[in-house]
C-alpha cells in the first residue's frame, strides 16, 4: 500500500520510552501513598514533582513536541501556560486570602 | 471540513494539513484552560463537605490506580496506530486503532462504576460544594474521553471505508493530539484529585 500522503513519520521508539517513564513516574507516588512511607509534606512534594515531570514526558514523547514543533505551536503552548498561570494561581492566591479573613 | 473534501477543488497541500493541525492545536490550548479552571475550583471546594463524607472514605486507590492504567495504555495504542499509520499499514491501523477504542472504553467503565457507587453512597454531585467539583471536573475529563471513543469508532470506519488517504490520516493525527492531551489532564487530576485525597 503506499504511503499515507501525510508528512509524518512515527516509529514505536519513542512510545515505548514515554510508556517506560509514565508506569515509573505514576508508580513512585502511588506507591508513596499505598505505604506511607514518607511524611504527608513529603509525599505531597514528591506527587506533585512526578506529575510536572510527567506532564513534561507526555508532551515531548506522546505529543512529540521537540525542535522541530513549528514556532506558533509553542508560542500558543507558552501563552496557554502564562494564562493557566495568572488564573489558576490569581485563584487560589485571592480566594484563600479572602478565607483566611473570613474565618480569622 | 468534509464538505471542501468531497467538492471538486484540489486537494489540500501538506500546508493546510499544517494549518488545520495548528488549529487543534488552539482548540486543546483553550480546552487546557478550562480544566485549569476546573482545577482551581476543585481545590477551593476540596475542604468544603458540608458534613458528607470526604475524598478519602470515597475514592478507591485501586480503582484509580486501574483507571490511570487503561488510559496510560489507551494513549500509547494510539501512538501504534500512529506507527502503523505512517508505514501505511491498514489493517495494522484499524487493530490498534480497536485496542485503543477497548482500553478507553475500559476507562469509562471504571469512572462510571465509581460515580454510581458513590451516588449510592450518599455522595452525589449536589451533596457538597466539593462533590459538586469533583463530579465537574471529573465527569468534564470523562465526558471528552467518551467523545474521544465517539471520535476513535467513527475514525475506524474512516479507514476500513475511505483507506489511509490524506484527509483521513490528516484526521487521526489530530485525534490523536486529543487523546494523548486527555492522557495529560488525567495525570493532573490523579495528582490533585485522587492522590492528595487519599493521602
Known sequence: ?104 | MTASASTMSPPPTAEQYEEKEFGFWLYLMSDAAIFALLFATYMMMVGNTAGGLPGKELFSLERAAGETALLLLSSTAFGFAAVALSAGERSRTVIWLLVTFALGAGFICLEVGEFWGMIQEGAPPERSGFLSAFFTLVGTHGLHVSIGLLWIAVMIGQVLFKGLTAPVASRLMRLGLFWHFLDIIWVIIFSVVYLPGLL
Open chain 1, 1 to 104: 500500500m503506499e504511503s499515507s500522503g501525510y508528512p509524518v513519520e512515527r516509529t514505536v521508539k519513542p512510545y515505548l520510552i514515554g510508556l517506560a517513564l509514565a508506569v515509573t513516574l505514576t508508580a513512585i507516588p502511588f506507591a508513596l501513598v499505598a505505604t506511607g512511607a514518607l511524611t504527608k509534606g513529603t509525599t505531597l512534594g514528591v506527587i506533585v514533582a512526578a506529575a510536572l515531570l510527567q506532564i513534561v514526558v507526555h508532551l515531548r514523547f506522546f505529543l512529540h513536541i521537540g525542535l522541530r514543533t513549528p514556532r506558533e505551536n509553542l508560542i500558543a503552548l507558552a501563552f496557554a501556560c502564562v494564562l493557566i498561570f495568572i488564573m489558576v494561581g490569581g485563584t487560589l492566591w485571592i480566594m484563600f486570602d479572602l478565607y483566611h479573613r473570613m474565618m480569622v
